[in-house]
């Protein structure tokens, strides 16, 4: 009995013990749960937290590198990267999100993008946590390619005064925006692989650039009648050049139709509408014949065949002269037939101290050899400050008329690989490139249409007893109307046949991978109807790089447009970085 009721007493307190440590262990298992809850919420709320993160920081990414493509003004580059954005977060995100919010290099050329996402927590709120915010922050800078850049600029007389200074400003802003600047000031003077070329044009180009030797380039005396007919014997020549002092660089286009004795035997047809090179086909210098001698035969250049050694007196500037009627092209002095002799070791070019080389500053009233000839070519040019300084340099010159198709062809030379190593430095001798090696642009503009011009005061186009243009008109790259050049001596077929040779070099330049911008500049109504606006309509390599500007404002507006849009072309093209 004894044995039993030991037992008894053992197993009870037993029982007591256990009871006991029960109740300690439920409460350490509930005090334990205490943390294995909040790791089990921390890991659910910071997978989600992560999962925001990735979401938030990938749309950030591609909203920035989105807002550097596009290029432009911040707010359109703002606009380009918050679609972007948007359009990479998920429909019924978990998160709310705030932002993004773009900031801005002083150039633009680096983008930031922050942007937050916040989740409401799910365990982790009864920790004390109610909610947790992910955060991104996104850089992207503009990588810029390299291009060729050739800006084909209107200098003629209908450019004089606000129209060409809001040309200048225009174009300087452009070429500013390629540099990395804001359109006024900043960027860099250069810009690996980016080069930029300048065509001043009216009906001709200036090719007497800085440090160029232009022999090669030019027809020589007795080689060919279009040239010699505007070569002066008496005119001294200067070194390098096989021309007399006095010429300034302007050259005459190159054409067959009127002269077939032009001293080739393979002249091609259309050369004045090709890239092909003065080594193989070199030019006629531009030199506008005096018309201070009578003697002129319509449709030819002066008339050299008479025998008379007569002299002509001249008077006071600039209009006492005893030749009536006045040409329209009075000057020299004493010359004397059939040579066209200037007296003297110099030639005396009739002008007073209102009188420059090109008669800018008498307007349609200037004379000289070199009436019509524009400023100098700059060719692709790695220094925004030379490019920027030989916009500044241009200036409207008159007389002559427009002619568009000039300008286009000069400006192809500058990046046609056929005329790599032809250009004077600076240009590098590994320029222009083959053609699908680097972006390649030209930005054509002009106020006009092509036509001629005729001066209505003097002879040969406008006699006393005619209407101008009755017969002949001013002296061009074309030479005279009623030499025919163009293909014709009709004053609007000439504008029918430049409009069918530019419309052709277009297509041909875009075939080629060449990208087109054109700009009609309609300040004074005299870009033309619009037949002349869908000419240069279809010259743009596509409706959106055509623009017709009215005022200053839009001409700016424009230049700065297209700078932007050269800028994002240059992080698009897929061709060679």
Avoid at 268 to 295: K, Q, V
Wanted: hydrophobic share 35%; proline share 7%; net charge neutral.
């Amino acid at each position: 009995m004894l044995f039993f009721k030991k037992l008894r007493e053992k197993y009870y307190k037993g029982t007591h013990i256990i009871r006991k440590d029960a109740g300690v262990v439920a409460i350490i298992y509930a005090l334990a749960l205490i943390p294995v809850f909040g790791m089990l919420g921390l890991s659910i709320d910071v997978g989600r937290d992560y999962y925001v993160h990735a979401v938030i920081t990938g749309a950030s990414d591609a909203a920035a590198i989105a807002a550097a493509k596009a290029g432009g003004t911040t707010a359109n580059m703002t606009q380009q990267g918050t679609a972007i954005f948007n359009a990479n977060i998920p429909k019924n995100f978990i998160a709310t999100v705030s932002g993004p919010t773009f900031t801005f290099s002083s150039n633009n050329q680096v983008v930031t993008v922050t942007a937050t996402g916040t989740i409401n927590t799910t365990i982790m709120q009864f920790l004390g946590k109610p909610t947790i915010a992910a955060t991104a922050n996104s850089q992207a800078q503009v990588q810029v390619q390299g291009a060729e850049v050739v800006l084909a600029l209107d200098n003629t007389g209908s450019m004089f005064g606000a129209p060409m200074q809001g040309e200048i400003a225009a174009a300087q802003s452009l070429v500013n925006i390629l540099y990395g600047g804001n359109g006024t000031s900043g960027g860099t003077d250069t810009v690996t692989g980016l080069y930029v070329g300048i065509v001043p044009y009216t009906t001709t180009v200036n090719i007497n650039m800085a440090g160029f030797t232009p022999t090669n380039w030019l027809t020589t005396a007795g080689k060919a009648q279009v040239a010699n007919t505007n070569l002066y014997p008496n005119v001294p020549a200067v070194a390098g050049k096989s021309v007399g002092g006095q010429w300034m660089g302007c050259i005459e286009a190159r054409t067959p139709n009127s002269f077939p004795q032009f001293g080739y035997t393979s002249y091609p047809n259309g050369t004045d509408a090709t890239d092909a090179t003065p080594t193989a086909f070199p030019f006629g210098p531009y030199l506008y014949p005096s018309t201070l001698i009578h003697g002129y035969t319509y449709g030819q250049p002066l008339n050299r065949g008479t025998t008379s050694s007569s002299t002509v007196s001249l008077g006071t500037p600039p209009w006492g002269i005893t030749k009536n009627p006045l040409g329209d092209n009075d000057w020299g002095s004493t010359p004397t037939y059939p040579n066209h002799v200037l007296a003297g070791t110099t030639p005396q070019l009739f002008f007073g101290d209102n009188y420059n080389w090109n008669g800018t500053s008498d307007g349609n009233n200037g004379v000289g050899p070199n009436l019509g000839c524009p400023v100098p070519m700059l060719p692709l040019t790695a220094s925004q400050t030379t490019v920027q300084n030989t916009i500044s340099s241009m200036m409207a010159t008159f007389r002559g008329g427009t002619m568009i198709n000039i300008g286009l062809d000069a400006a192809w030379w500058m990046v046609s690989p056929n005329w790599t190593g032809l250009w004077p430095s600076p240009t590098p001798s590994t320029e222009p490139q083959p053609y699908g090696q680097t972006l390649k642009v030209i930005v054509l503009m002009t106020d006009g249409q092509n036509q001629w011009y005729d001066w209505p005061t003097g002879e040969p186009g406008a006699p006393a007893t005619a209407a101008p243009i009755s017969a002949d008109a001013d002296y061009t790259g074309y030479g005279r109307l009623g030499e025919g050049r163009t293909g014709t001596t009709n004053f609007a077929q000439t504008t029918t046949n430049l409009n069918t040779s530019m419309a052709n070099m277009c297509t041909t330049l875009k075939n080629n991978g060449i990208t087109i911008y054109t700009i009609l500049f309609n300040h004074n109504g005299s870009a033309g109807g619009a037949a002349n606006q869908a000419l240069f309509q279809n010259c743009a390599s596509d409706p959106t790089k055509y623009f017709l500007s009215v005022t200053n404002a839009d001409l700016l507006a424009a230049f700065q447009n297209i700078g932007q849009s050269i800028s994002t072309l240059r992080l698009t093209w897929p061709g060679k970085p």
